[in-house]
């Protein structure tokens, strides 16, 4: 019923820019927060940035200052501008989404299928 679908990915050159986008969409009664995590080979997935209503943007300390996360709420869209991309920004992007499907229930966590951001000289 719920989808996250991401977009934006590629390959760029030390010192590009990618935008990443998610669409959410299915049957979404609310979304409590949506965020970008990345996971490259052999390493674990980590946070890059989540927006909660009513919060300030949290980022991790490697992409402050290069990754700006924004949301659209009328659109159900997470955005995901990447600045002055290095090589260990190399990763597949993951998007995240906390949605609650109905008036009355638990929100749930999903997550795109991910898109590939590859930095090389």
């Known amino acids: 019923q719920v989808q996250l679908v991401e977009s934006g990915g590629g390959s760029v050159q030390p010192g590009g820019s990618l935008r990443l986008s998610c669409a959410a969409s299915?049957?979404?009664?609310?979304?409590?927060?949506m965020g970008w995590y990345r996971q490259a080979p052999g390493k674990e997935r980590e946070l890059v940035c989540t927006?909660?209503?009513?919060?300030?943007?949290n980022y991790a300390d490697s992409v402050k200052g290069r990754f700006t996360g924004s949301r659209d709420y009328a659109k159900n869209t997470l955005y995901l501008e990447m600045n002055s991309l290095k090589p260990e920004d190399t990763a597949v992007y993951y998007c995240?989404?906390?949605?609650?499907?109905?008036?009355?229930?638990?929100?749930?966590?999903?997550w795109g299928q991910g898109t590939q951001v590859t930095v090389s000289s």
């Open positions: 995240n989404a906390v949605i609650l499907t109905r008036r009355i229930g638990w929100p749930s966590d999903y």
């Open positions: 299915g049957s979404i009664y609310s979304i409590n927060s």
């Open positions: 927006i909660t209503s009513g919060d300030p943007v």
